[in-house]
């Protein structure tokens, strides 16, 4: 079955630093790639999308990469802020079909 | 950009009514929308498509007949959570794609259900 998977654990890092962002799936071939945040409480708000054929996405302090070989995608933060906390969430999506699957979500912790 | 509404963002009811929630695209038509449910620490997980002038297409395991699902227009669709439960009890999550493709999907800020 289906699967994606990311770092089910908190990740913690100093302001500053850069957060890398894991998120892996199997049995699946996704078309493109979207991230999201998720403030508690609140509904996912879009970040970035890389397709397919795309190596690398980059908006802001915000990079995305795309490795359909290894069936992963990393999400990295630079110069990260206290402001960046929160969960992010990856959702490939697949051909032929509307439908978006998440994955079960990072929570990063930025402290000061 | 796109907006989505979401309404109520809270809730609570008694075990064995019916409650509705409303999702509405602001400024752009939706032919499709999706409804998500989120129980606490977990990930979004997709309970129905809805498309506009259609029936709602369920996920597996989620029962249709305890969430109702209308998108009677381009810019609205509701759930309704009929005969609720406590274990109905969740944070529920819409999320609608603009027709013409262009904006991707927006969600709605979520509405928190309590069967009590």
């Known amino acids: 079955s289906q699967k994606i998977e990311q770092n089910s654990e908190a990740l913690n890092i100093q302001e500053g630093k850069t957060a890398t962002l894991t998120c892996n799936y199997t049995n699946y071939s996704p078309a493109y790639l979207q991230w999201y945040r998720q403030d508690p409480g609140r509904g996912p708000v879009f970040l970035l999308l890389?397709?397919?054929?795309?190596k690398e996405k980059r908006k802001e302090r915000l990079k995305v990469t795309f490795d359909t070989t290894l069936k992963q995608s990393l999400f990295h933060i630079t110069a990260s802020q206290p402001a960046d906390s929160a969960t992010y969430l990856c959702a490939p999506r697949g051909y032929n079909t509307d439908k978006l699957i998440f994955g079960t979500g990072t929570r990063l912790q930025v402290f000061p | 950009g796109a907006v989505v509404s979401q309404h109520p963002s809270r809730v609570i009811c008694k075990s064995g009514t019916s409650v509705k929630i409303e999702c509405r695209s602001l400024?752009?038509?939706?032919?499709?929308m999706f409804w998500y449910r989120q129980f606490p620490k977990k990930s979004l997980m997709l309970m129905a498509t809805s498309n506009e002038g259609s029936k709602a297409t369920y996920e597996q395991g989620v029962e249709k007949d305890k969430f109702l699902i209308n998108h009677a227009s381009l810019t609205l669709s509701t759930l309704t959570v009929t005969s609720a439960h406590p274990e109905d009890s969740s944070f529920y999550i819409c999320s609608a794609r603009d027709a013409a493709g262009n904006y991707g999907y927006t969600f709605g800020s979520g509405t928190r259900l309590t069967v009590v």
């Open positions: 890389i397709r397919e054929n795309e």
């Open positions: 400024d752009f038509q939706a032919t499709t």
